[in-house]
């Protein structure tokens, strides 16, 4: 510790899995350099180390688990593949995965040391081509367990002449595969099984030429240009692709987009010190130019932190008949027209019974100022009622996490 006083107010000294220490007005010496040593008392718990192939798994995640459903604690591996779980009475087992490696999972009886070691992981191998069947050089590739709650790793990029790629290590499952490359849609492949050690071959994935989306991102109250607000395509299923082929705005607040799916889809922009904006109906035909602006407004200092979009201002839940009204966004469109416990059965003429969810709420969402046409149930009971809502931007608290439109 540097420029430390003679007489500080106090020192404190704290680390995972020990009883913090503080020393209250503590007097040192007069000297450039002096000791200060401290012995920290360990508390009760379960400390290990991570391996995978021998070498420490960095952000591994550990869980404590018990006779009920719920984890009863959990940490991440340090940058040393360490960890450090309180010990919670009626713990049976410890369990570590990563997403490049799998699990591991040992029976535990109470306090102490454990290493927890990962099993090998899979790889996968093939090439990625456009729709001529000739090798797309430039891409990048991301896989994710098809299991829920797995994860899965972060998205490789690839340069190759002949669109070869070898991706891993992954954890041994079944895998859902992206492919993306500037100036085409994304690709995916469902059902690729991954064993440990092994390396599934004979993956080809073909990549279609997309939309061109191209604007000015600006600041709502100013009009000035945002510079280097990101710009990504928001209803990919893997987040590490849309990351990877997302872009920032220049100087005078421009971006462009060329890689988005071929289908309806949403696009979120953010910026330091402003709102998040979620801006669906984003569509338009291979090869074509559509140009969309955005305005951000700012995060006020005082104001709760939160995000925005562009729809009716509605949290969905799933419905046999359709989608159902779960809670109402003060401010929105939907305010005073639609309430909780109503049942939307089809969107622009288009019945929604059975359909997936991330679909419909893509339908419901859109530019704002256009209008939606939706069917609906008043309370979930009786015939069909049309109602017409013009899109808005609707503010939504963080902590909403239903599918919002």
């Not at 953010?270 to 709102?275: D, F, L, P, T, V």
């Not at 200092?301 to 995000?307: E, F, I, M, V, Y």
């Amino acid at each position: 510790l540097r420029d430390v006083p003679a007489r500080p107010d106090r020192i404190r000294v704290q680390a995972a899995g020990f009883e913090p220490h503080a020393d209250e007005r503590p007097r040192f010496p007069a000297g450039r350099d002096v000791p200060y040593d401290v012995t920290l008392r360990a508390v009760p718990g379960l400390r290990g180390l991570v391996l995978a192939e021998d070498q420490p798994v960095v952000g591994a995640q550990v869980t404590l688990h018990g006779l009920v459903r719920r984890p009863l604690a959990f940490a991440r591996t340090d940058d040393d593949g360490r960890f450090f779980l309180p010990w919670v009475d009626g713990a049976t087992t410890v369990s570590a995965q990563q997403g490049q490696y799998g699990t591991a999972r040992e029976p535990v009886s109470g306090p102490g040391e454990i290493v927890l070691r990962l099993p090998l992981g899979g790889f996968i191998a093939g090439r990625v081509v456009d729709q001529a069947g000739r090798p797309v050089e430039d891409f990048s590739v991301s896989a994710s367990p098809l299991t829920w709650g797995r994860g899965g790793p972060p998205a490789q990029s690839f340069s190759s002449e002949d669109g070869h790629f070898l991706l891993g290590p992954l954890a041994a499952g079944r895998m859902e595969i992206w492919a993306a490359a500037e100036g085409y849609q994304p690709a995916e492949r469902r059902g690729v099984e991954v064993r440990a050690g092994e390396t599934v071959e004979g993956i080809t994935l073909t990549l279609r030429t997309s939309v061109v989306l191209e604007g000015q991102v600006t600041d709502a109250r100013t009009g000035r240009p945002v510079e280097g607000a990101q710009v990504v395509p928001a209803e990919w299923r893997s987040g590490a692709l849309a990351e990877a082929v997302g872009t920032y705005t220049d100087a005078d607040g421009r971006y462009r987009l060329d890689a988005l799916p071929g289908v309806r889809t949403s696009i979120r922009v953010k910026a330091e010190g402003y709102r998040s904006v979620l801006i669906g109906g984003v569509e338009g035909a291979p090869g074509s130019r559509v140009v969309r602006d955005f305005a951000l407004n700012p995060q006020a200092s005082d104001a709760l932190p939160g995000s925005e979009l562009t729809g009716v201002g509605a949290v969905l839940a799933s419905h046999p008949d359709g989608v159902r009204i779960g809670q109402i966004l003060p401010g929105g469109p939907a305010e005073g027209v639609l309430a909780a416990g109503d049942v939307v059965v089809s969107v622009d003429g288009d019945p929604i019974q059975g359909a997936d969810m991330g679909k419909v709420a893509q339908a419901i969402r859109g530019e704002e100022g256009s209008e939606v046409e939706l069917m609906v149930r008043r309370g979930g009971d009786g015939p069909p009622e049309r109602v017409v809502l013009v899109r808005g931007r609707v503010t939504v608290p963080d902590r909403h996490h239903m599918p919002r439109n």
